[in-house]
């Protein structure tokens, strides 16, 4: 008698979650220190001082009415003004509080665009691989998504999106750095997709919408250049949040940015104040847009994550290892050394490697490698990993 | 090419949203002392000194990556055996932290638990008059809303609300105390429906659940009794909300109990945790989580509540308004003194009384009153309210 699609939805955990829960359980029996627990996307560095400062001066100097009282429903305008101001000086922009709707993180920036965007028969598309949310926020919205290929560089497959793209087309779903390849896409990639969406859009006589999701914008190495992809394709619209950037996950803050060269812009914004509304997102968390705002140029320690991916791939790489180059983000995407991914886990869990296929993200053949934790779990699991492919062997 | 019916929510706000911004607007021209403005249901005493205590005592002993870390999706299960822990010790209940799903304030709390519960064809009864929303969140859930007549004293008609009752029916809605007219259901309404509702559920061989949302369950004067409706009827889903009782409404911290006593407890529990997700609802923030948690057993200062409602209810019933004894929130409704309750706040307008008609909560005839605003306010808005009621005789 309740929502069967919900009830399946909420029992059937993830393989992500479901690898987390085995390493809590397995840490309870020989100790968290011989688990190597790579599952979770959870940051492993302190958020930057600024931010626990900035709550402590806010605590100290903002009436409590004002401070914990609601905001309007986009977010409070200063703090979008705010945050406009610094898109606009890294990126060159001329951006308003007004293209602004503050969110209760990522999730909840997908799930408002995707439900502010679809109609009856929309098609999503998403180049493989992907974070899985994204078919739950899709199909939640009514609309159906379609998984594209990757092309052998994780790039998204360019000959295989343009294919994919039909008269019911309504957006594609990119997200660079990727979670969970660690790619980021190039410029040239981008470029060829922004192409091929301007011809067909001419094409179908409607926008094709790009859904940037960017949570990983500032987490890249060696200069990988993150491209601002409304710059090269006016009809993006950007879903971001600070969880990885200033470390908050749990805090639930990010936006939806609608910049106004976007087709229709002020209906999709409209759409999306809609949206927030009826999915019950009333406002994000009043203190954590100042939060934000006051940190939005930020970010935590990124030499952590940089230390991490230099420990883990030049020595997977070593051990013989075949792994996708992380120009971003924090994982490392690892090619299973058995053709199903699934089985290649649970042989590593016998070494007490906790690593997640990749099967859920579209792609088979592949595991995902989280390095977002300590780095002594790092260097305490090599062995592991040495003892893991001398197993093949 | 967006969503028409997200457009359309996004796009026409309600009308307590215009009658506050044009507030705004009309404080700017003739000064903000000069503008009674009782539109918006915004707690007007800050929180509990505990809440901003806390936070500061969170932000000295943890360490960051916990603080702001992600939750579980329920929430932590120390902050929900906390929260479990205070409803036991005051209703002499015997619920686990398993019971509990901490969620994004009251909005969440109603918009998951509706997907939660939601089938096809479903319908859903609210007794009229209710807060608006309502509607918003159970059409978005793809249910449908039934609305029941008032009885005169504003409790719910139960042979109106027998009468509703279908095959279809899912659950029925019931805020007490309510928005918008302060009436507590008194434990003899609330019995009656209970009766009826148990009947019904034998009749059509299925669950008929009540969604208890309950943000004003501490604001209660005179000794009026907020009746523990899972103890008077098992099929209870209650959804709470800090924001009121905490002066956090901002903050969005808020929770869904679905006791273990309910009909298909634990599926219903699941088919939360799916419906969630599909909404984007990652987490309730990790920070007020464990606000929520430590003052559970706290409230802002009620007296101010309580000296607002005497003022304002003594004058207005002195001056011969038809007023609706407040038991509980922080609403006044009083009856119209023209037929067109919209048409009467136009004219209260003239006096710079900004009023909102109770035509959208679903009846006729009144205006509220929310009284959660400066004494001051209150005090000098009474000559405004003496020459509304002078232009009518």
Same mark, same amino acid.
């Not at 007490?352 to 989280?370: H, T």
């Given at each position: 008698m309740v929502s069967e699609k919900m009830f399946q939805l909420g029992s059937k955990s993830s393989v992500i979650r479901e690898t987390f829960e085995y390493g809590k359980k397995r840490a309870a029996e020989i100790g968290a220190e011989n688990v190597f627990d790579f599952s979770l996307g959870n940051p492993g560095v302190p958020a930057p001082a600024g931010v626990d400062d900035t709550i402590r001066r806010l605590l100290d100097t903002t009436p409590s009415i004002q401070l914990h009282g609601y905001t309007s429903a986009p977010g409070d305008a200063t703090v979008r003004a705010a945050i406009a101001a610094d898109l606009n000086r890294r990126f060159g922009t001329d951006y308003g509080a007004g293209d602004l709707y503050m969110t209760t993180g990522a999730a909840a920036a997908l799930s408002i665009t995707l439900r502010a965007l679809c109609c009856e028969g929309d098609e999503f598309i998403v180049p493989a691989p992907f974070f899985p949310e994204y078919r739950v926020f899709t199909e939640a919205a009514g609309g159906r998504l379609v998984v594209t290929d990757a092309a052998p560089d994780l790039q998204p497959d360019t000959a295989a999106l343009a294919a994919a793209i039909g008269p019911h087309t309504k957006a594609v779903i990119l997200n660079s750095p990727n979670n969970p390849s660690g790619a980021v896409f190039t410029r040239k990639t981008l470029t060829t997709v922004a192409g091929i969406l301007r011809d067909t859009e001419k094409r179908y006589g409607h926008p094709i919408y790009i859904l940037s999701d960017e949570p990983?914008?500032?987490?890249?190495?060696?200069?990988a250049e993150v491209a601002w992809l409304p710059s090269l394709y006016a009809d993006t619209a950007v879903c971001y949040s600070y969880s990885k950037s200033l470390s908050l996950p749990g805090e639930r803050i990010g936006y939806i940015l609608v910049p106004p060269?976007? /087709?229709d812009a002020r209906r999709l914004y409209a759409a999306v104040c809609g949206a927030g509304r009826a999915l019950g997102y009333v406002c994000a968390s009043s203190l954590f847009q100042r939060v934000a705002a006051a940190n939005a140029s930020l970010t935590s320690d990124l030499d952590f994550y940089r230390r991490n991916r230099a420990l883990l791939y030049e020595n997977l790489c070593r051990m013989g290892y075949d792994c996708v180059?992380?120009?971003?983000?924090?994982y490392l995407f690892v090619r299973a050394l058995e053709p199903d991914a699934a089985a290649f886990c649970r042989r590593a869990r016998e070494h007490e490697l906790l690593l997640v296929p990749s099967d859920d993200f579209g792609l088979g053949g592949y595991v995902r490698i /989280?390095?977002?934790?300590?780095t002594e779990t790092i260097r305490r699991s090599l062995p592991a990993f040495e003892a893991l492919i001398a197993s093949y062997q």
């Amino acid at each position: 008698m309740v929502s069967e699609k919900m009830f399946q939805l909420g029992s059937k955990s993830s393989v992500i979650r479901e690898t987390f829960e085995y390493g809590k359980k397995r840490a309870a029996e020989i100790g968290a220190e011989n688990v190597f627990d790579f599952s979770l996307g959870n940051p492993g560095v302190p958020a930057p001082a600024g931010v626990d400062d900035t709550i402590r001066r806010l605590l100290d100097t903002t009436p409590s009415i004002q401070l914990h009282g609601y905001t309007s429903a986009p977010g409070d305008a200063t703090v979008r003004a705010a945050i406009a101001a610094d898109l606009n000086r890294r990126f060159g922009t001329d951006y308003g509080a007004g293209d602004l709707y503050m969110t209760t993180g990522a999730a909840a920036a997908l799930s408002i665009t995707l439900r502010a965007l679809c109609c009856e028969g929309d098609e999503f598309i998403v180049p493989a691989p992907f974070f899985p949310e994204y078919r739950v926020f899709t199909e939640a919205a009514g609309g159906r998504l379609v998984v594209t290929d990757a092309a052998p560089d994780l790039q998204p497959d360019t000959a295989a999106l343009a294919a994919a793209i039909g008269p019911h087309t309504k957006a594609v779903i990119l997200n660079s750095p990727n979670n969970p390849s660690g790619a980021v896409f190039t410029r040239k990639t981008l470029t060829t997709v922004a192409g091929i969406l301007r011809d067909t859009e001419k094409r179908y006589g409607h926008p094709i919408y790009i859904l940037s999701d960017e949570p990983y914008r500032e987490i890249v190495y060696d200069g990988a250049e993150v491209a601002w992809l409304p710059s090269l394709y006016a009809d993006t619209a950007v879903c971001y949040s600070y969880s990885k950037s200033l470390s908050l996950p749990g805090e639930r803050i990010g936006y939806i940015l609608v910049p106004p060269q976007a /087709a229709d812009a002020r209906r999709l914004y409209a759409a999306v104040c809609g949206a927030g509304r009826a999915l019950g997102y009333v406002c994000a968390s009043s203190l954590f847009q100042r939060v934000a705002a006051a940190n939005a140029s930020l970010t935590s320690d990124l030499d952590f994550y940089r230390r991490n991916r230099a420990l883990l791939y030049e020595n997977l790489c070593r051990m013989g290892y075949d792994c996708v180059r992380p120009d971003g983000a924090f994982y490392l995407f690892v090619r299973a050394l058995e053709p199903d991914a699934a089985a290649f886990c649970r042989r590593a869990r016998e070494h007490e490697l906790l690593l997640v296929p990749s099967d859920d993200f579209g792609l088979g053949g592949y595991v995902r490698i /989280a390095y977002c934790v300590p780095t002594e779990t790092i260097r305490r699991s090599l062995p592991a990993f040495e003892a893991l492919i001398a197993s093949y062997q």
